[in-house]
């Protein structure tokens, strides 16, 4: 079965720190199977940034995406970005 998912709040948790991120990539890899069907959207306040490394730039700070994503996000339409399951 298909499933959309919406994760709101990635950003404040974010701000506890890059172990946060790594523990969240965990998540993600592990369930890479179960997951591989459904549509996950990360719904973000904030800017997203691509430079360097994809970030989130919020209350202020810069966060780094790249525990979680790695360098895989890519923009899909505007204000949309995408990043492959298999992170």
């Known amino acids: 079965m298909n499933r959309k998912i919406a994760v709101i709040g990635l950003e404040e948790v974010l701000l506890t720190g890059e172990e946060t991120a790594r523990y969240i990539r965990r998540i ?14 990360f719904q973000i306040n ?31 339409t505007i204000g949309y970005f995408h990043s492959p399951p298999n992170i």
């Open 28 to 41: 993600l890899v592990d369930s890479t199977s179960t997951l591989r069907t459904n549509i996950i959207q």
């Open 46 to 76: 904030g800017e997203l940034i691509l430079d360097k490394e994809p970030k989130i730039r919020y209350k202020s700070k810069e966060i780094s995406l790249t525990p979680i994503f790695g360098n895989r996000i890519k923009p899909k």
